[in-house]
């Protein structure tokens, strides 16, 4: 694995942060394949909106990582202290659906959704072992097209119903954009799960996997 190289470092409206944004080239396995995942599949992780900004989107490339750093302060990463250490994502795989856009995709699994492929990164195939078919998991996904800077959402996009702060209803627009999936393993085929049913799109990126309590 190659060293984090320095991507890019932009300013907020008000001057009082800087956006550094890392990259690490050459990682395999994480898309279809084997395949790097497409930048664009993760582009939406960055928080292009709402003060921090980068004009160089389609460039960033995966796995990668985001800091907010105060100006005149150094780099978090380098500080073990920093919550910032604990609070970086590192996508485990993909999932590979019919559901190819978000205008056709039910709300909920429950609501019609199809059973999907899971597709599993290299480095975290070990991380496999323990799951059988026929088990129930939550699959924790990153909403990549999610709108970051929603705060208030009409519930289930009815704008009969009185506008509601984000974090008391499951709308996929919020600040940190985190699917929670209930599913069950229906079939395992190598580091790929069949798991279902699952309202996620094709390509969204999964970060985690959870055994139903």
Known sequence: MR??????????????????????????????????????????????????????REQVETPFEVAVIRKNQSDPRKDASSPLQAAQLRPIGVIRSTLKNLEKAPMQGSEGAPDAWLEVNAFAREALEGLHPGDQIIVITWLHQSDRDLLKVHPRSDPNRPLTG?????????????????????????SRLQVGPIEAIDGTPVVDIKPML
């Open 3 to 56: 060293r984090l190289k320095k991507h890019s470092t932009t300013h907020s409206r008000d001057g009082n942060y800087d956006l550094r944004l890392f990259k690490m080239n050459n990682i395999t396995g994480g898309g279809q394949h084997g395949a790097p995942i497409p930048s664009h599949d993760f582009a939406s992780m960055l928080p292009l909106k709402g003060g921090c900004h980068t004009s160089r």
């Open 166 to 190: 984000v974090f008391a209803t499951r709308s996929p627009d919020r600040p940190n954009p985190l699917g929670l999936h209930p599913v069950t393993i229906r079939r395992i085929v190598g």
